[in-house]
């Protein structure tokens, strides 16, 4: 059974830097497309960057230059993809949710609330 572990949410002043984790299990490859979501209090869930298996990477107009989405440790068995946020603002704030798409199905984790509030 496949799926995808977020992690690393919190709360964090203006300006300042969180690092999201995402770890991969039970996919027959051993690199993936995975992505990153987030939802905001009263708003539809939207996608914020994605990083395919080729490593190649994606991001939403509104977190380029700010948001880094990255692989770790090719030699590591689980596939885990890392979300770097610098320059946080108050906008950001959500639930952020990490997914594994494989194919004919995605796997979401559980949601990882970032908080940025001075």
């Known amino acids: 059974l496949s799926s995808a572990a977020g992690s690393g949410g919190g709360l964090v002043q203006p300006g300042g830097s969180l690092r999201l984790s995402c770890a991969a299990s039970?996919?027959?490859?051993?690199?993936?497309?995975m992505g990153w979501y987030r939802q905001a209090p009263g708003k539809e869930r939207e996608w914020v960057a994605f990083?395919?298996?080729?490593?190649?990477?994606?991001?939403?107009d509104s977190v380029k230059g700010r948001f880094t989405i990255s692989r770790g440790d090719a030699k590591k068995t689980v596939d885990t993809v890392y979300l770097q946020m610098n320059n946080l603002k108050p906008e950001d704030t959500a639930v952020y949710y990490c997914?594994?798409?494989?194919?004919?199905?995605?796997?979401w984790g559980k949601g990882t609330l970032v908080t940025v509030s001075s």
């Open positions: 997914k594994l798409a494989l194919p004919g199905m995605d796997y």
């Open positions: 039970g996919s027959p490859f051993s690199r993936n497309h």
């Open positions: 990083i395919y298996s080729s490593g190649s990477t994606k991001y939403v």
